[in-house]
């Protein structure tokens, strides 16, 4: 398996694998909207605010993480790890948590000093994340389900140096997603 960045040229087989990956966890409803997300989120956001990582093996892709910015009114550069799918076929291997160490590292060696997500905590502590408080560190909209509100630090420095107000890239601007 490799773990890389995308290219240009990955797009289309990502926003496909994002489409198909959750309409068979969560319905044809779902992988629209996330397929939507993505294509949006590679569309709408300026590249400096967005990286995206790949798993590919024998030159398919078969898991797409992304990493967009997070801002607050004082920090370093936060980013948020969302939305995360691994083909269906390849779950339960190790893609999904390795193609995530991979994505952490590379973007602590770009000098990001935190990551946030929004997901399922008994996946995201296997890689790092802790939950955090709504009050203790701000989310862009009232969170659904708080206790899917996730953060690690990248840089050795306390998560609570998160202060005030938090803003989301563009594509993220839906309180439906949140
Ligand atoms: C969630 C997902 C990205 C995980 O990737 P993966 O390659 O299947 O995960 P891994 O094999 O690396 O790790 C799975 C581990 O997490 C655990 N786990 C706990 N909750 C889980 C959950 N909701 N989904 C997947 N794994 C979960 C598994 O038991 C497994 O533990 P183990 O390594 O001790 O056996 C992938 O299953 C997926 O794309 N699911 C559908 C879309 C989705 O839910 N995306 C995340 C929300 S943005």
Known sequence: MQYRRHTQSDVPAIVQLFTSVFAD????AEGELIGRL????FEQTDQRD???FVAAS????VGS??????????SGPV???APVAVRTDK???GVGQALIRHGLQAVREQGVVAALTYGDPRFYTKVGFRGISEQTIAAPYELSQPEGWLGQSLAGTSLETLAGKCACVEAFREPDYW
């Open 91 to 93: 779950q339960g291997q």
């Open 50 to 52: 967005l990286f995206n």
């Open 25 to 28: 966890a969560e319905g044809d």
């Open 38 to 41: 993505a294509k949006d989120l």
């Open 79 to 81: 980013f948020l790890l």
């Open 65 to 74: 993480i992304f990493f967009t910015r997070l801002t607050f009114q004082a």
């Open 58 to 61: 024998q030159g398919e892709i």
